[in-house]
């Protein structure tokens, strides 16, 4: 990031983001790092065969929540039980939150005018929401991805493959990207925080 760039940013605007913002990241992260930890316990050969069983008796149902494939790692375990459903649903939730805090709710209440005032340009405002809410993700999936390799490697030692786990998570990390980028879209296209919730949470 060069000169130009940072001064497109308010610090004292992403200050504020982080302190007004941080209840629901706590939540979220803390509801993901629990889920995380609780699938990668259940691991287990026989489970999997079972709910592989399960998948071949009720297909649309498992389908409906992420929950296909064949689980025959740890590795596997995980794309499946977990990021195929959890992983998509409370980070698309947190988003939808984030980005009603950062832009909608200054929209709603009048206070984006008052942030015009000040010495910040439109570009300036949204540049800052935007790099707040990618820093807020990309720490969220540091964390995650840490909780995960170390409750793997004490569960289960050298089961997980961490390679293809890192990149399992850098997969994941812009589909959050682009979902945070589809909600910002929505955010500044309308005025009117019913749209937001229509078009900015229905699309992603």
């Keep these: 990031m060069g000169k130009e760039d940072i001064k497109m940013l308010s610090f004292r605007l992403m200050r504020r983001n982080f302190t007004s913002c941080l209840l629901p990241f706590a939540i979220v992260f803390l509801l993901i790092t629990m889920y995380t930890t609780v699938i990668i316990?259940?691991?287990?050969?026989?489970?999997?065969d079972m709910l592989n069983d399960y998948q071949e008796a009720i297909p649309q149902m498992m389908s409906a929540v992420g929950m296909t494939g064949i689980a025959s790692n740890l590795i596997e375990w995980?794309?499946?039980?977990?990021?195929?459903?959890?992983?998509?649903l409370f980070p698309l939730i947190f988003i939808i939150i984030m980005v009603n805090k950062l832009v909608m709710r200054y929209i709603d209440r009048?206070?984006?005018?008052?942030l015009l005032a000040t010495p910040n340009s439109r570009k300036k405002i949204i540049c800052t929401q935007i790099i707040s809410m990618i820093l807020y993700l990309i720490f969220c999936m540091i964390c995650v991805t840490?909780?995960?390799?170390?409750?793997?490697?004490?569960?289960?030692p050298g089961e997980l493959n961490t390679s293809k786990y890192l990149v399992l998570n850098i997969g994941t990390l812009m589909l959050w990207l682009a979902q945070t980028g589809i909600a910002f879209f929505f955010a500044c296209l309308f005025s009117d925080s019913k749209y937001y919730y229509i078009f900015g949470s229905g699309i992603p």
């Design 41 to 48: 316990y259940m691991y287990n050969p026989e489970l999997a």
């Design 78 to 88: 995980i794309q499946i039980y977990l990021y195929g459903f959890i992983m998509r």
């Design 110 to 114: 009048g206070s984006m005018a008052c």
């Design 146 to 156: 840490t909780v995960g390799i170390l409750s793997s490697e004490a569960m289960f």
